[in-house]
C-alpha cells in the first residue's frame, strides 16, 4: 500500500495559502469588505500552521535519545494541537470580532468585483490545495468514507491539511455568497453576517480538529484493522501458539508495540529466545512503521 505524503500536501497549503492571504489582504484593504478581511486572516493563519506543521515533522523526526527513549514522534502531534488552538482563537474568533465590528459599523463595500475576483481565485487555489490532500488520503483511505477516515486517522498533520483546505472552501463560499447579497441588496449587513459565519465554521472545524488530536496526543493506539492484521501475522508463525495479548501506542509515523504471547514450547532458552527474534523481524518486516517491540512470552493473559 503506498504511504501518504504528509510533507507534500503541507507544501501545497502553504503555497495556496500564501498566494491567497496577498491577494485577499489587498482586495480587503482596497474595497473595505469584512467577509474578505476575515478570509485574509483565516489564509494568514493557514499559513502560519502549515510552517508549524513543518516544524512539527522535523522535531518527530528526531532520533532516540536517553531522555526519550521512543523517539520525538509525538511532536506532531503536539503541534497539531497547537494549530487547532490557533485555528480557534487567530482565524474564528477574530471573524466573529470583526463580523460584529461591521454590523456596528456597516461600510459599503467598494469594487466588490474586484473582491469577488479575488475569491475566486481564492477557490480555484484551495481546491488544488485540497485536491493534492485528497490524493494522499486516498492512498490509504480504501473504502472508508471521508469522515471516518477523519476519525480513524493517526496522520495528525494530513488530518490538519484536510480540515483546514475544507473550511477554507466552505469560508470562501460563505465570502462570496455574503458580498453577492450585499450587491445585489446594497446592504453591508450580509457582508458583517458572512464575516460571522466564516468565524462560527473556522471554530467548529478547529473543536473537530482539536478533538481528534487530543486522542493521538494523550495515547492512541493503532486503527483496529491494522491492530487485527498484526495478531492474524503473529498466530500465522509456527513459534506461535496464540497471541494473549497485544497493546499498540502510535508515536507520530512510528509504532510500538507490546506482545504477550503463548509459545509452542522448546527444549531450551536459547530456542524460545531466537524464535521471539523471528517473530519481531518478520513483524517489522510487514509492519514498517513498528520500531518498537516489547515481547513477553507467557501461558495466560
Known amino acids: 500500500m503506498p504511504k501518504p505524503n504528509s510533507l507534500k500536501s503541507i507544501?501545497?497549503?502553504?503555497?495556496?495559502?500564501?498566494?491567497?492571504?496577498?491577494?485577499?489582504l489587498g482586495a480587503a484593504l482596497f474595497t473595505g469588505s469584512g467577509s474578505l478581511l476575515a478570509e485574509a486572516i483565516h489564509s494568514l493563519a493557514d499559513t502560519g500552521n502549515q510552517l508549524l506543521l513543518l516544524w512539527g515533522l522535523k522535531l518527530s523526526r528526531r532520533p532516540p535519545t536517553p531522555?526519550?527513549?521512543l523517539g520525538h514522534g509525538k511532536a506532531i502531534f503536539f503541534w497539531s494541537f497547537i494549530v487547532a488552538l490557533l485555528l480557534f482563537s487567530m482565524g474564528g474568533m477574530f471573524s466573529i470580532y470583526e463580523g460584529f465590528y461591521k454590523l456596528k459599523h456597516p461600510k459599503t463595500i467598494s469594487y466588490p468585483f474586484l473582491a469577488l475576483g479575488v475569491l475566486l481565485f481564492s477557490l480555484l487555489a484551495?481546491?488544488?490545495s485540497l485536491i493534492g490532500c485528497l490524493k494522499e488520503i486516498n492512498k490509504v483511505r480504501k473504502n472508508q468514507t471521508l469522515l471516518t477516515w477523519f476519525k480513524k486517522t493517526r496522520q495528525s498533520e494530513l488530518l490538519v491539511v484536510f480540515g483546514e483546505d475544507s473550511a477554507a472552501i466552505i469560508g470562501l463560499t460563505f465570502a462570496f455568497l455574503a458580498?453577492?447579497?450585499?450587491?445585489?441588496?446594497?446592504?453591508?449587513?450580509y457582508d458583517a453576517l458572512g464575516s460571522i459565519l466564516i468565524g462560527i465554521l473556522l471554530i467548529v472545524?478547529?473543536?473537530?480538529?482539536?478533538s481528534e488530536v487530543y486522542e493521538l496526543l494523550i495515547g492512541q493506539g493503532v486503527e483496529p484493522e491494522i491492530k487485527e492484521k498484526i495478531i492474524e501475522l503473529l498466530e500465522k508463525q509456527p513459534e506461535i501458539k496464540q497471541v494473549l495479548n497485544l497493546i499498540t501506542l502510535q508515536l507520530g509515523p512510528n509504532v510500538m508495540v507490546a506482545v504477550k504471547a503463548k509459545m509452542n514450547l522448546k527444549k531450551s532458552a536459547l530456542e524460545l529466545v531466537n524464535d521471539i527474534n523471528q517473530c519481531e523481524q518478520i513483524l517489522k518486516k510487514h509492519f514498517p512503521q513498528v520500531k518498537w517491540?516489547?515481547?513477553e512470552p507467557d501461558i495466560k493473559k
Not at 507544501?11 to 485577499?24: D, M, R, S, V
Open 11 to 24: 507544501f501545497f497549503a502553504l503555497g495556496a495559502n500564501l498566494a491567497i492571504f496577498i491577494a485577499k
Open 67 to 69: 531522555k526519550h527513549p
Open 126 to 128: 484551495e481546491g488544488i
Open 179 to 189: 458580498i453577492v447579497l450585499s450587491i445585489i441588496t446594497q446592504n453591508p449587513f
Open 205 to 210: 472545524i478547529a473543536l473537530a480538529i482539536g
Open 293 to 295: 517491540i516489547f515481547f
